[in-house]
């Protein structure tokens, strides 16, 4: 398996892998809904504000996760990042593949000066990549989250998540509160 920092496989690739993963996962309806996000997170995000990054295997994708800026509302001295979304083929799930591209790219995203990065999804698949649970009341998501327990970030740098703190906003094409 290979990962990279998106590269060879083109945006209609890594949409459609997310139209079907979260069609199969959670319905038709939420599988148009994610495959439009990451489309519009392709077309609309400059390289300053999304890494996608990929698993991929003789010429197949895999997975992709894309990570994208956090803006805070008062300056902050931390660069922070939210993993959102990631899709894995469904017929590659619990083989070690996302876990293995969300390490990758916690190591790039490193090297690159991020100090965090959050995330808003299962406990139970995140924890296994580092991510701890993190109070929405200390950082304060751009909308109410309809299950609080699935906010949770990681340290990238050695620092203490009880640095990260305030209100955040993020990238327009996740700004909407239907994806919070």
């Known amino acids: 398996m290979q990962f990279e920092r998106l ?6 690739d890594i949409t459609t892998l997310f139209t079907h993963v979260f069609s199969d996962s959670e ?4 599988g148009l809904q994610i495959g439009a996000l990451t489309d519009q997170m392709q077309r609309e995000c400059n390289t300053d504000e999304l890494m996608p990054f990929i698993a991929h295997q003789q010429g197949t994708l895999f997975a992709a996760v894309f990570f994208s800026q956090l803006y805070f509302k008062h300056p902050s001295k931390v660069k ?3 993993l959102s979304p990631m899709a894995v083929a469904s017929s590659q799930q619990g083989k ?16 690159y000066g991020v100090d965090f990065v959050v995330t808003y999804g299962d406990p139970k698949f995140y924890s296994k990549t580092g991510f701890e649970p993190m109070s929405d009341q200390q950082l ?3 909308f109410a ?3 609080p327990h ?3 970030a990681v340290s990238l740098t050695g620092k203490a998540l009880s640095e990260l703190v305030g209100e ?4 327009a094409p996740l700004n909407q509160a239907e994806y919070w």
């Open 145 to 147: 989250l309809s299950f």
């Open 150 to 152: 699935g906010w949770q």
């Open 80 to 82: 922070a990042m939210i």
């Open 27 to 30: 319905g038709a309806n939420a």
């Open 140 to 142: 304060i998501p751009p």
């Open 7 to 12: 590269g060879q496989h083109s945006h209609s």
């Open 168 to 171: 955040i906003s993020c990238v």
């Open 96 to 111: 070690g593949i996302g876990q293995g591209l969300i390490h990758f790219a916690l190591n790039d995203l490193k090297a």
